[in-house]
């Protein structure tokens, strides 16, 4: 697209308006490749990184999580317990209160 410009102007005033149109263009140029870019990198996501997401977003995947979690860290304590009960359920204790003060904290400082 030409640049309009008064013919009383001098020529280096012509080149200096110009190089400012072909700097936008440049600049606009380089603002759509460099979101071109950003969607590349977004999208090489691992599929089962995605599909974690997607389960967690629903109800029914938050349930399915915790029951995995709760399981895995059961049978963590059978295993470091030794089938000795006590020590199981002190280990199951002190989980429990850990987590109550972690949600309670969480809760209290919870930025609104």
Known sequence: MPVKTDRSSSRSGKQGNA???VTARSRSVSTARQGARNTKKTGS???VASM???ISLTYFGRVFF???IAT???LLNILLSHNQ???FFRLL???MVLTAIFFWLK???KRE
Do not use: Q, V, Y
């Open 19 to 21: 190089s400012r149109t």
């Open 45 to 47: 996501i691992s599929l």
């Open 52 to 54: 974690l997401e997607l």
């Open 66 to 68: 915790f029951l995995a």
């Open 72 to 74: 895995i860290l059961a």
């Open 85 to 87: 009960f006590d020590f």
């Open 93 to 95: 204790g002190i989980e």
């Open 107 to 109: 809760f209290l400082l």
